[in-house]
């Protein structure tokens, strides 16, 4: 578990697929020998919210209990970290897999014909992540915004029924990642180029464990939050 007196650095060198998770927090390489309650203050980021995050990505056993202190502690905070990682799957994680999957595929000879049925089951991961992202920015994001802004029984009432429409422990896409990269550990076959394969297998990996972290912080920050927004909870 990390602290406000844990070295930043020391968070990455645990493990450096954390980055862009600082990143959607605007924190980019270059962190010197900081602490995180100094990066935080000299980027005016909350500490406490900046720890729950990072602790939850870290730990799959870690509970931010101290989120749900009160409804509306975070919850904007969480809104505007989610909508930074849904920007970051949408315009940079999926496009450099397919760029480099598109690079595999040309430069793949006779033989390598589960390439095709690989870069085909990427399109369909690629139109769930792309959906779910539709549907926060479209539909429960904005639910619980309107919510925040103008408590009613109607937009209480909307946001649960929205809520109760999102499968708990949501992890069909983690599911999906998985099992493409897994075909690619297992199932490959023919002659490819060995750099572009492991360019894309590297690639959604990583992706794999963003999404992982990711769906922890919809389940056990936003989620609640959401639940306790449409009971009406006030602060």
Known sequence: MYFGSTRLADVIFDDFTIIPVLNRFGISLGVGDMDIESVCRDRNIDTEFFLMIVNVCASDGYIPDTALSSVNYGVEEVLSYLDNTN???????????????????????????NIEFLWMFFQELKKELLGRIGSDKEIWFPAVRRVIASPSAESSAALAEIVASVPKDEKAIEDKVDDLTSFFVIHLRGEYDQNLCMAVVTSLMSLEKDIKRNDRIRERLLRPLSVRLSEGVSK
């Open 87 to 113: 920007e970051y799957y949408a315009s940079v994680a999926l496009p450099n897999i397919e760029r480099h999957f598109r690079a595999l595929q040309d430069r793949s000879v006779n033989g390598s014909k």
